[in-house]
């Protein structure tokens, strides 16, 4: 199956800084990458999502990059505040099935 | 997005004795999922459920110990069947709501203790 992973694995930084998370897979077949974010206690949530036809997608502070050629994927947060201290997963889903698999996540603190 | 509830929220149980998590979706879906994810660790693919037929497990999951079911487009059960120290985790199930190259949205969860 498909490996995913996931670079670094904690992270901290300042309230107003940027914060870069990085994935990479190993099926080329691979054609679809959505981040979640995870809070304790709850459930994974989806934030953002990129298809293997797309390069760049952003929302808001958010944005996901994707190159195909090197098989990896990054999660770029911009003027982080507190709010986004959470646990990120990344994750790559084969065309058929839809099943995903997860990077082992971060854990990003944004100090106040 | 669909609404996902999963019960019970939290069991503690018994080595040896086996459970049954029910996830129930608000509305028909094409896909379901089960997932574990063990304290402090990423989630882990256990099995797709699939309607009207037997699941599809990953590798390292068998039907034995992980039976799954799926009578309808709107529910499905994971037993964790003889349960051992090992199996504590948090069980997920998720949805696509639609075809692939979908998001799946995740339920709950349910956390397993097991003694």
């Known amino acids: 199956g498909e490996n995913v992973e996931q670079h670094p694995s904690t992270l901290s930084v300042q309230e107003g800084d940027s914060a870069v998370i990085k994935c990479t897979y190993s099926d080329s077949a691979s054609n679809y990458f959505p981040w979640y974010k995870q809070e304790l206690g709850k459930r994974p949530q989806l934030i953002i999502d990129?298809?293997?036809?797309?390069g760049e997608k952003k929302d808001q502070r958010i944005a996901v990059t994707l190159n195909k050629t090197a098989k990896h994927f990054s999660l770029h947060i911009t003027e982080t505040q507190p709010e986004d201290s959470a646990v990120y997963f990344c994750a790559a889903s084969f065309p058929l099935g839809n099943q995903f698999y997860f990077g082992t996540g971060t854990s990003l603190t944004v100090i106040p | 997005s669909a609404v996902i509830s999963q019960k019970p929220s939290r069991d503690i149980c018994q080595r040896g004795t086996s459970l049954t998590i029910q996830c129930q979706v608000d509305s028909q879906v094409t896909m379901m999922f089960w997932y574990r994810q063990q304290p402090g660790q990423s989630l882990t693919l256990i099995a797709t459920?699939?309607?009207?037929?037997?699941?599809?497990?990953e590798s390292g999951f068998v039907i034995d110990k992980f039976p799954i079911s799926r009578p309808n487009l709107t529910f499905s059960t994971l037993t964790v069947s003889n349960m051992s120290p090992e199996d504590s985790s948090i069980y997920l199930c998720?949805?696509?709501?639609?075809?692939?190259?979908?998001?799946?949205?995740f339920g709950p969860g349910t956390r397993l203790t097991v003694l």
């Open positions: 998720s949805v696509d709501p639609g075809h692939f190259d979908q998001p799946q949205f």
């Open positions: 990129i298809r293997s036809n797309v």
């Open positions: 459920a699939n309607q009207g037929s037997e699941a599809t497990y």
